[in-house]
């Protein structure tokens, strides 16, 4: 722990950890080895270095959402229950991760930490919001990193990182955020290194509390959790693959080419690709990005009406969302209702639906976005016109790096399920990394201590 800790001390230029406590750290770090030594290990996590987006409350640290800590925020003094189980298992918390401001933009850049940048070329956006845990994940700094996907938040990350990022059916996993900081569009989920430990988390997180409020929400508890058929990667037989041609193809040449050879592959395994359409696309991205925004300027209420500082393109977001009208939100949510009912009836055709995880490969910082961050509508749909459709009606899905363009920057396939199919997409990751992506190419800032 000692030489991670070292190691990413000197190389601050990173801008992945908003929050790191070396004490504490290495206090975990030393129980956990006289646990080890005494042969009383907690489980298989005991010792495992794991960090957490600046979104979720850790016991000692600020939870400030990438953001300035405003006057009247405290430390948090309990943890939330994703660290609560990683805890009990003997994972080492590190620290809390970077994000971009509030979340608000799925480059994941924060202009006020000039970073994260993108782990194969600095020049370029990592993908966000959770940013810092993708990178942490992509260096090799850390196995798992926690972060929430509202929009493609640990998935667009993912993709452009070159990583895996698991965003599950939505309340699968718990967390502890409270009113007004809870929304219907957020997936708790883990950024990992392979599939084999996005499983492991996926085991660890999504077991129900039946103290918690998701419970009471489904009116008792969720179907139970479970990996089955994860190692079953000989043979696809029996699982459908929908793909939306059209909409496949609306991304760059590399990107459309590989999703397309992903989806070829599947079809040798034995999978059948049923050939699908997904009417009013544009005017469903339309409704979620109204919602969104909405909920995005709701929960920053508090910091608006005190005067709070935010970054420009930040600001520009949260006037957009306050603007939104009643009685767009009630059209929104009758064509979100609209988009329930259509899917259930497309699920009884299909078991997945598979895309690209972005449109374009990781873009270029642009000019001025080091002092101000950018606001960019046109790069916000590339990033994330084929995930959206998740956070907006709970489906959970998956981006998995599938390989890399000629420049070695990564590409992300995706695949999303109906509710509750989240160990499909593990077993169908799984089958992916082993038989079907290049090669992984580490970053020049590879963190190779663990190898």
């Known amino acids: ?40 290990p907690l489980s298989i996590w005991d010792g495992v270095p794991v960090a957490v987006k600046d979104e979720i409350d850790m016991r000692g640290y600020y939870t400030a959402h990438g953001g300035l800590v405003p006057p009247w925020l405290q430390r948090a003094t309990r943890d939330d229950i994703i660290v609560t189980r990683f805890r009990a298992a003997g994972a080492v918390l590190v620290g809390k991760t970077t994000m971009d401001e509030y979340g608000v933009q799925p480059t994941g850049f924060n202009a006020r930490l000039n970073g994260p940048r993108n782990p194969y070329d600095r020049t370029r956006y990592s993908g966000g919001s959770s940013s810092g845990s993708a990178v942490a994940v992509a260096l090799g700094l850390i196995p798992v990193a926690v972060g ?33 900081e809870v929304s219907s569009f957020i997936h708790a989920g883990p950024l990992t290194a392979t599939a084999t430990d996005a499983a492991r988390v996926y085991k660890l997180l999504a077991p129900p509390d039946p103290e918690h409020f ?48 992903a989806i070829a592959f599947l079809e040798r395994r034995g999978a059948v690709v049923v050939n699908i359409s997904i009417p009013h696309l544009e005017v469903l991205s339309l409704a979620y990005s109204l919602s969104i925004a909405a909920d995005m300027a709701h929960r920053q209420d508090r910091k608006w009406d005190a005067g709070h500082q935010y970054q420009p393109a930040t600001k520009m977001v949260v006037a957009v969302g306050r603007a939104v009208a ?126």
């Open 1 to 40: 722990m000692r030489r991670l800790l070292d190691y990413c001390a000197e190389r601050p230029h990173l801008a992945i950890w908003v929050d790191l406590n070396e004490t504490d750290a290495l206090e975990q770090a030393k129980e956990s080895d006289r646990r080890h030594a005494a042969g009383r």
């Open 148 to 180: 929430f996907d509202g929009g493609g938040s640990s998935r667009v990350p993912a993709a452009l990182s070159g990583v895996f990022g698991l965003s599950p059916t939505f309340t699968r996993i718990p967390f502890d955020g409270e009113a007004p």
């Open 214 to 261: 998701y419970t009471a929400y489904y009116g008792g508890p969720p179907p139970a959790p479970h990996t089955h058929e994860f190692d079953a990667i000989a043979d696809l037989t029996g699982v459908r693959v929908g793909v939306f041609w059209e909409w496949l193809h609306d991304s760059d040449a590399v990107v459309a080419a590989s999703a397309a050879q």
């Open 326 to 451: 009643g009685v767009e939100l009630a059209a929104a949510a009758r064509l979100r209702g609209w988009a329930h009912r259509h899917f259930q009836t497309l699920f009884e055709m299909v078991d997945v639906i598979a895309t690209p995880t972005c449109g374009i490969v990781a873009p270029q910082i642009a000019a001025g976005a080091e002092l101000e961050g950018e606001s960019n509508i046109p790069l916000l749909s590339n990033l994330t016109r084929f995930i959206f459709l998740g956070n907006f009606l709970g489906l959970p899905a998956i981006s998995v790096p599938v390989e890399y363009n000629d420049e070695g920057l990564p590409i992300g396939f995706h695949l999303m399920a109906n509710h509750w199919e989240d160990a499909l997409l593990l077993r169908m990751g799984h089958l992916l990394e082993h038989k079907h992506a290049s090669p992984r190419r580490h970053p020049s800032d590879f963190y190779t201590a663990f190898l």
